[in-house]
């Protein structure tokens, strides 16, 4: 039988930016910010990113040892080999992500926005879904996924209005099936 043994850690980064003049005029830039390790709720201030990264490889190698502690010594070794391979590629990913979005921050953006509204649709198509079992009809929700936010709370309510009154009336048909 094969044993999975996952686990999860997320991290909340919060970076702000000080533009700045030095006395000779010279513009300089600073990062702020703190990071959290959501399992721990453990916080660091940080002003470089070797601060994240080190907090970030910190959690995660806790994590990874915690998890093979029970394993034959050979096993440990392939694991931790395995694990510093996926870390050799997010440290050449890692800067060219980052450069990429000071660069153009409007094509990241995009390209987010993207994800975001894919994600919407592939939504949109199991709400749909989940009517038309319920109503037996098939609602459009597409044209919806552009609105405003206001838009889309109110399209929420209404479609948790319609579902309850589907419920009530799901439950009337079986009481008039009883009789």
């Known amino acids: ?9 997320s991290f909340v980064l919060r970076l702000s930016q000080k533009i700045y003049k030095e006395e000779n005029g010279e513009a300089q830039i600073q990062w702020r910010g703190n990071i959290r390790h959501v399992q721990s709720g453990q916080e660091a201030r940080l002003s470089s990113f070797e601060a994240v990264q080190d907090f970030v490889q910190s959690k995660l190698s806790d994590l990874t040892l915690k998890a093979i502690e029970d394993k034959p010594e050979d096993e440990q070794k392939g694991i931790i080999a395995k694990s510093f391979d996926f870390w050799k590629k997010v440290a050449n990913a890692t800067p060219k992500l980052v450069i990429d979005s000071i660069k153009d921050p409007k094509k990241q953006a995009h390209h987010i926005q993207e994800q975001i509204q894919e994600q919407l649709y592939q939504f949109s198509d199991v709400i749909s879904h989940k009517i038309e079992e319920k109503i ?30 589907v419920d009530k009336l799901n439950t009337q048909m079986e009481n008039l099936k009883k009789k």
Request: no cysteine; glycine share 8%.
């Open 1 to 9: 039988m094969v044993e999975n043994k996952e686990e999860t850690a």
């Open 136 to 165: 037996g009809g098939k609602i459009d929700l597409e044209s919806y996924l552009g609105s405003s936010k206001p838009e889309m709370k109110q399209m929420l309510q209404m479609l948790v209005t319609l579902n309850e009154k």
